[in-house]
Structure formats: structure tokens, C-alpha cells
């Protein structure tokens, strides 16, 4: 069984708009995430901060320059949106996996649908193309608590390019149900303490500026 730490990919931080979680992530840390690109079928973009060699923040939020997308964008964008909540906040987390189909069986046994593996891909500012497969984010997987999971294949991990001097110390779940979700945790292979609250994330990060926790 794998430490919570270990196979922690990417968190995510979503923004209704994405200047202002870029800049509340820059004013907690002390550095800027970088452009990451546009995720056309979602009608979102991001930005990345490196949390390590093999994990990330991922600052998402709406592309406005896109179309609307046939489906509701990923993370709950239009309905914080709809009602006036504008302040960002993380949302979940990714898992690392090298086999997808196998986590969508455990946790589809458990009472968690991790929906449809799907491949993906974007256009990073430098022109070059990150590919990944990966489980359906839009999933409400207990809020987003239970992460969704994500393969890069031969990929070049992103977290390796984003803007580097913070390192992720500790991920803290909460759920209404700890213990339910802990051993849905468990049996996906990931050692993790949920403590009981409101469905909630909290990422204890060290950086430049000391250690900050971002919720």
C-alpha cells in the first residue's frame, strides 16, 4: 500500500477566474504558476505550479476564449459560477496509476463510480503536446475526496517544467464519513488519515515564504 504522499499527481485549484487563483496561489507562496494551456473539449485553461519532480498545482478555470463545451466544465466552473462564489479553492486531487482499469473496478466494488478511462491531450505555450489517459474527472467521486486517476504514459510529467522552490508536505481529506472513505482509499492501494468534516482538501505546501496551507 502506497503513503497518501507518494501517489499524489496533481491537486487542483479552481478559479471562476483564473487571474485571481494565480495570483492568490502567488501571494501565498511566493511564485507565480505558469500558463499551462487550453483543454478545448472542457472550455478551460490552467496554469501550473511544481509541488515536486512527479506532482503539481493545477490552478483551472474557464477559457474564454473557447466555445461553451457540450457538457458542464469539469469541477463544479459553471455552477460556482451561477452562484456568486467566486473565491478559488482546491477541489481534488489526482492519483497516479499505471493501470486505470483496474482502480475503475475496485472502486466501482466500493460504491465509487470513477466513470469511463479517457484519453486526453494539450498544447503546451512552447508548441509540444502532453498526452495522458486517465479516469472521467467529472465524476463527484464523495466530492471529489476520492481522487480521480491519471497515466502519462511516456509523457514528460508536467510537474517538472512548471515553475519549481515548493514541495507538497501534506494532503489533508476530510469527509462527512471518514472512515467510509478511508477504506475506499485503502482498498485503491493509498494510505491515508480522513478526519470527519464537511468534504473538504487542504494542502500543507513549503515554500519560499514558509509553509502555507492552501484550502
Known sequence: MSSLLSVVDHLVYAAVVMDDGCRLVAEATGISP????????????????SLG????LEVMGPDGSAPDPLRPRPFGLDRIAGSGTVRPRLVTWAARSGDLERAVAIARAQGVDL???RAGSRKRPDGSTLEWRMTDLAMPRESGIVPFFIDWGDTP???AAAPGGCTLEDLR???P????VQHILERLGIRAAVRNGPPAIEAVIR?????VTLR
Do not use: C, K, M
Not at 34 to 49: E, I
Open 34 to 49: 505558469s500558463p499551462g494551456g487550453q483543454h478545448p473539449r472542457w472550455g478551460t485553461r490552467n496554469a501550473l505550479l
Open 53 to 56: 519532480p512527479t506532482a503539481y
Open 115 to 117: 466513470g469511463e478511462v
Open 157 to 159: 510529467h508536467p510537474g
Open 173 to 175: 481529506l476530510f469527509a
Open 177 to 180: 464519513d471518514a472512515a467510509r
Open 207 to 211: 515554500t519560499p515564504r514558509g509553509i
